[in-house]
């Protein structure tokens, strides 16, 4: 089953991207820090299933927009936002939203691994006990099972589960954030730089993660490794100073961007 | 020469031997600065340091022992009389010596005459000149005030020789000193480190020596007392010391007041912990950049009031208003209107206590609550958490050492807390748990204790300083335990 929804993907992957059906779509986005504009009318559309890659030079707007999209960017105080970002036909910023609501729809996993310290379990079992996904302790014990093998962490942690979330690895406590915002059952996993914190190794393990994820959720992130862009996701985009520059296929933007930018970002001469 | 303007000179010398030294590393340099190893200033400098500390010591040593010393001379030189009749009546007879000497300076040479033959009387003169005598004037005594006074004049003419002597010798060997490879720069940074050492040791030491006098002054009281009839006493009944009554001694029991002081403490962070803890949660998590800038000084302003005025309040506003409010609640209820709450009570002082502890906790929790990483609270607010729930399951929990260690030094601040229970608690020594009644702390017993005339060697005095070293261990406990708990606590995050 599992099998067929990845194969089934990976054909519509082969046959054309443009066929897969919008998740969410941002319709001229534009974010403020007080006076100081930080993003300018991105237009750029997330696709269902599909792992969208965000890559620019530092300072670009990336991870701006990418915080848009769950609204994280409330948190900031003197922040706004201006446009119009839609989660399957509903518009997020529309006053009759619940961003907590929208935050166990689309989840998030940060730059810097951050689990609570607190057991793993509890780690996993936060989101679904805030959201009342389930009562019984059986059904948590199962949320966590699931979570954590999606994972890919179930194997290394199954008999310390009680133990502090803290004192894994650095990798593994990424896995475990990754564990813990899928347990909510998002539709949506926003990450923004899940790797650079994180050893090669570690890294390896998270992208093939990333890669398996997509079979079950949308996924956007924001990398500053191109080759990890390159690797783990369909479709990219490329920011520049607050600008979209250019959002195509990933083998197309690695191959033959459409924008000189894009060509010199990736050929490494500047950013 | 007084002493102030020996060291006013001792000043000026530095600073010529600062113009001096600077001048002649200029000198020595022929124009290119960067010949020498140190700037001109550093060589000023360190001619001023050597010109002005040395003498300053000397002249520090000088004028503590020099007095020392005249005093022993004159009192040496008294009459074999006076001196055999023990110290308390010859340190009399030295006092009113030092009195007719300091007269003896404001007689004119006609006024002296008479007094040496013998016509005049020395009482009468010097009262004249309004310096008062104690006694009738002896004859010795003016011999052995002008023996005084001639060596207090010796003593100052060579002291203000030799200080300044020594001030130019540093001064010229520090000059003399100065070349181009001469690290001057070093030499200063040195004598700062030596400074700021200085400084902190006479706090420690300053410390250490409180504690010590506390010591040795709680050991004589338990040379009367046993320990353990103070340690584990039930009765604290110190009665008067009466004057030669050794047999009538009262009984030192610290158990009463140990239960008061904790008491009243616990109902004191009753009130601080909640409100000061919500007061920081709002600060830190809730509050704006605009309110909190406004709202967190005003709220530390608690902090700064006397804990005086805690007491006045206590006292004047809420004791009598506890105390009504009890008559009319009992009134109500039963038809009799008596109050149940005293004025002077466990609970008066406790809420007054809790009132002033609140900044404390509110400003010590804020500082730990804002520590906690941001990612922590954008990893819960990232699942879908509200605010008090990331606070309440995220936030709190990781801040909760902290929060402890800063819960225990605001306990160590309540159990040594003064002002306010001596005027809100009352001064009944009783073990009972009725918070309506008035209890007493260890604090109140020791100003109960050292309030009024008093001789220096009754345990009843002495018991304050048992009282005092007591007190100390148990707030030098709490804090010891609660910043080892807020260090543990930062290492986490840092």
Known sequence: MNMMSE???EKALDQKMNAVPFKMIG???SVYYGEKRALFDVNLNVRENTVTALIGPSGCGKSTFLRTLNRMNDTIDNCRVMGKITLDEDDIYDPSIDVVELRARVGMVFQKPNPFPKSIYENVSYGPKIHGLARSKADFDQIVEQ?????????????RLHEPGTGLSGGQQQRLCIARAVAVSPEVILMDEPCSALDPIATAKVEELIHELRTNFTIVIVTHSMQQAARVSQRTAMFHLGNLVEENDTDKMFTNPDDQRTQDYIMGRFG | MNTSLILLLILI???AAYLAGRSRAIATSNGKLSVLHSLPGYHGTYAAICAIIPATIVLAVWAIAAPAYIDSAVRNALPQTVLSQGAATSELALGQVKSVANGLNLLDDAELAALNNGSANLRDVLAAKGVPLAGEGEAYMVKSAAQFNQMTATSRVLMAVVVLLISAAGAVFALRGISAPFRARNQVERVMLWTLMLASSIAILTTIGIVGSMLSEAIRFFNSVSPASFFFGTVWDPRFAAAGSEATQGQFGLLPLLAGTLYIAFVAMLFAVPIGLFAAIYMSEYARPGV????????????????????????????????DISAQLNGLVTGNYVSFI?????????IVMGIMLIPFVSSLSDDIITQVPRALRDGSLGLGATRSETIKK???????PGIVGALLLT????VGETMIVVLAAGVAARMQLNPFEAMTTVTVKIVNQLTGDLEFNSPQTLVAFALGITLFCITLCLNIYALYIVRKYREQYE
């Open chain 1, 7 to 9: 194969a089934a993907v």
């Open chain 1, 27 to 29: 319709k001229d986005v």
């Open chain 1, 147 to 159: 979570s954590l093998q999606k994972a890919g962490l179930w194997n290394e942690v199954k008999d």
């Open chain 2, 13 to 15: 010398v530095g600073f």
């Open chain 2, 292 to 323: 909190r800038s406004i709202a967190k000084p005003l709220l530390e302003i608690l902090a700064g009031i006397p804990t005086i005025v805690y007491g006045f309040f206590a006292l004047v506003t809420v004791g009598p208003f506890l105390r």
């Open chain 2, 342 to 350: 005293q004025a002077q009570s466990v609970l008066t002082a406790g």
């Open chain 2, 394 to 400: 995220v936030v709190l929990p990781a801040a909760l």
């Open chain 2, 411 to 414: 306990a160590s601040r309540a």
